[in-house]
T-cell receptor, first 110, second 111 residues
């Protein structure tokens, strides 16, 4: 079945790295995504990774994919207060339908 | 930039009213989706559409219907609003497997 799990909260100090984790159950997923939602706003696509990749880096963001363990992570280097938001991971299969996790609320404190 | 516009940011409706939530995208995307977002439950898919006049039920379609008469517009309809439909509603569109573009959301309160 399709299920995507995330921890609900993460709190980090400004300047530290944040690591947000996600596990999924369906190994046939083709793309995996990270979205960011700021308060009162819709979701913004941060990055995505194709299922045959292990890692993708984009400026302060690093996505790691472990297909064997069905584990996806998002690392944010040098976390800033503007990174405070809810982060959703999502997976898709051979359609454009996405399955979302419950979201991780990242709180950055000074 | 791709833009997905939801007509209202905030709505307050009475129980039993018929409610229309409108969503328009300007990038000629085939696929459009309606989700609701509730704390601790993440995003749950209500309905989606892969083409004009085509619709598919998502995970929680009960109490909702949709309309897609034109490619750019996907409407969500609450036939008779109830208090358990108080939620944030998010519309999204996509073409190709590159992730969704979301609207800003409509926060609906049913009293």
């Amino acid at each position: 079945g399709e299920d995507v799990e995330q921890s609900l909260f993460l709190s980090v100090r400004e300047g530290d790295s944040s690591v947000i984790n996600c596990t999924y159950t369906d190994s046939s997923s083709t793309y995996l995504y990270w979205y960011k939602q700021e308060p009162g706003a819709g979701l913004q696509l941060l990055t995505y990774i194709f299922s045959n990749m292990d890692m993708k880096q984009d400026q302060r963001l690093t996505v790691l994919l472990n297909k064997k363990d069905k584990h996806l992570s998002l690392r944010i280097a040098d976390t800033q207060t503007g990174d405070s938001a809810i982060y959703f991971c999502a997976e898709s299969f051979n359609t454009d339908k996405l399955i979302f996790g419950t979201g991780t609320r990242l709180q950055v404190f000074p | 930039d791709v833009k997905v516009t939801q007509s209202s940011r905030y709505l307050v409706k009475r129980t039993g009213e018929k409610v229309f939530l409108e969503c328009v995208q300007d990038m000629d995307h085939e696929n459009m989706f309606w989700y609701r977002q509730d704390p601790g439950l993440g995003l749950r898919l209500i309905y989606f559409s892969y083409d004009v006049k085509m619709k598919e039920k998502g995970d929680i379609p009960e109490g909702y219907s949709v309309s897609r008469e034109k490619k750019e517009r996907f409407s969500l309809i609450l036939e008779s609003a109830s208090t358990n439909q108080t939620s944030m509603y998010l519309c999204a569109s996509t073409a190709l497997k590159r992730g969704y573009t979301f609207g800003s959301g409509t926060r609906l309160t049913v009293v």
